[in-house]
T-cell receptor, first 111, second 118 residues
Framework: RKEVEQDPGPFNVPEGATVAFNCTYS??????FFWYRQDCRKEPKLLMS???SGNEDGRFTAQLNRASQYISLLIRDSKLSDSATYLC????????????FGKGTLLTVNP | NAGVMQNPRHLVRRRGQEARLRCSPM?????VYWYRQLPEEGLKFMVY????????ESGMPKERFSAEFPKEGPSILRIQQVVRGDSAAYFC????????????????FGEGSRLTVL
């Protein structure tokens, strides 16, 4: 089983749609959780951290379920500029710098 | 305030040649991390360096790959005798202290160096 698994995608949605990405992780020792965004042929950039209580940043909502080892990202009212690959990222207790990335899910928002 | 700078952005090598990838961290950052992204794969940790020290190289292939971060100058990832399977995007990230920089786990990545081995 892969350490971090994401929806294979790709997702094609119209502007204004709500889209949800799912992610599971295999190592119960995982400590911190993030969603990164990667535009085509560019570097990954932190979108948001994911907290146990769930957290929201504008149109983006992240959820974490430690019991199920499951992370989600919800994007509401999607914009053309949301088109990118969304990466689920975890790291383990005691190795802050060794992030484990999922393969990513490609989102295309269409006009 | 320049970000993480990597060069070259694109590098083409024939099998058996050497590839050298350079990374200058953000100003004030003394910790450098190299990650590799193979086609259709997620980024994988390779190595963590501080000035003149390799802290963790557990993700580095055992042969042909080496990394350094000298007292002066950029960090260098060196791949000797490249093979087609080395074709990938190599990303460098930096942080100002041990662990993750900025707010909650943000690593600042450079734009990457894309290596193509013919």
């Amino acid at each position: 089983r892969k350490e971090v698994e994401q929806d294979p995608g790709p997702f094609n949605v119209p502007e204004g749609a709500t889209v949800a990405f799912n992610c599971t992780y295999s190592n119960s020792a995982s400590q911190s959780f993030f969603w990164y965004r990667q535009d085509c042929r560019k570097e990954p950039k932190l979108l948001m951290s994911v907290y146990s209580s769930g957290n929201e940043d504008g149109r983006f909502t992240a959820q974490l379920n430690r019991a199920s080892q499951y992370i989600s990202l919800l994007i509401r009212d999607s914009k053309l500029s949301d088109s990118a690959t969304y990466l689920c990222v975890v790291n383990m207790r005691g190795s802050n710098y060794k992030l484990t990335f999922g393969k990513g899910t490609l989102l295309t928002v269409n006009p | 305030n320049a970000g993480v700078m990597q060069n070259p952005r694109h590098l083409v090598r024939r099998r058996g040649q050497e590839a050298r990838l350079r990374c200058s961290p953000m100003k004030g950052h003394s910790h450098v991390y190299w990650y590799r992204q193979l086609p259709e794969e997620g980024l994988k940790f390779m190595v963590y360096l501080q000035k003149e020290n390799i802290i963790d190289e557990s993700g580095m292939p055992k042969e042909r790959f080496s990394a350094e971060f000298p007292k002066e100058g950029p960090s260098i990832l060196r791949i000797q005798q490249v093979v087609r399977g080395d074709s990938a995007a190599y990303f460098c990230a930096s942080s100002p202290s041990n662990g993750l920089a900025g707010v909650d786990g943000e690593l600042f990545f450079g734009e990457g160096s894309r290596l193509t081995v013919l």
